[in-house]
């Protein structure tokens, strides 16, 4: 069965670094989602995107964070300027059609800011 | 703004027990989604539903649009449906994005 994976499962950075998380979609979906969970709340959704541009973004996603698309299959999150808060389980989800879509989630990275 | 509120928010049930876990929501919804957190984190999507019911299994979801309200059951429960659950819905107002509930944690007994 197709599914969505991520990489890396596990980045550990330093306040202040920049980083990417990386996403492969499955393959004939169209519309990709980013979502954050901090550890022991609820999931936040952050932004979707289609079309290679962004649909909606939340609040939580300010002007450090930023999506692409670089190829056909990735789909890719960088924070710019890591935060202690930013610390969190980075869900990245793919959904074949809009609207009613049902959405497949990858296995989640863990981020951890130091 | 879309409030998802879910409970109980822990259950402990004996193995073999039917188990309701309930989502209410405050404004109206073009969809609700059930899903499953594993203890690892991983989430797993159970049912996607607008209207009615829907039957998978052991699991039930059924949603009544005029109450703002679905519940999800499990017949039969076993210790590896321990699991977080979450309800996550799809506002007809604020866009497409989905507003997610706290979770209801379910741990089952063998």
């Known amino acids: 069965e197709p599914e969505v994976t991520q990489t890396p499962s596990h980045q550990v950075t330093q306040m202040g670094q920049e980083v990417i998380l990386r996403c492969v979609p499955i393959?004939?979906?169209?519309?990709f989602y980013w979502y954050r969970q901090i550890l022991g709340q609820k999931v936040e959704f952050l932004v979707s995107?289609?079309?290679?541009?962004?649909s909606e973004k939340s609040e939580i996603f300010d002007d450090q964070f930023s999506v692409e698309r670089p190829d056909g299959s990735n789909f890719t999150l960088k924070i710019r300027s890591t935060k202690l808060e930013d610390s969190a389980m980075y869900f990245c989800?793919?959904?074949?059609?809009w609207g009613f879509g049902e959405q497949y989630f990858g296995p989640g990275t863990r981020l951890t800011v130091t | 703004k879309n409030e998802v509120e879910q409970s109980p928010q822990n259950l402990t049930a004996q193995e073999g027990e039917f188990i309701t876990i309930n989502c209410s929501y405050s404004?109206?919804?073009?969809?609700l989604h059930w899903l499953q957190q594993h203890p690892g984190g991983g989430i797993v999507s159970l049912f996607m539903?607008?209207?009615g019911k829907k039957k998978h299994g052991r699991l039930i979801a059924t949603i009544n649009i005029q109450e703002k309200h679905s519940s999800l059951h499990i017949t039969a429960s076993h210790p590896r449906d321990s699991a977080v659950y979450i309800c996550?819905?799809?506002?007809?107002?604020?866009?497409?994005?989905?507003?997610f509930g706290p979770g209801t944690r379910l741990s089952v007994l063998p």
């Open positions: 989800a793919s959904t074949p059609s």
């Open positions: 404004v109206g919804i073009s969809a």
């Open positions: 539903l607008s209207s």
């Open positions: 996550a819905v799809r506002s007809n107002n604020y866009g497409q994005n989905f507003v």
């Open positions: 393959s004939n979906h169209l519309y």
């Open positions: 995107f289609y079309n290679n541009e962004i």
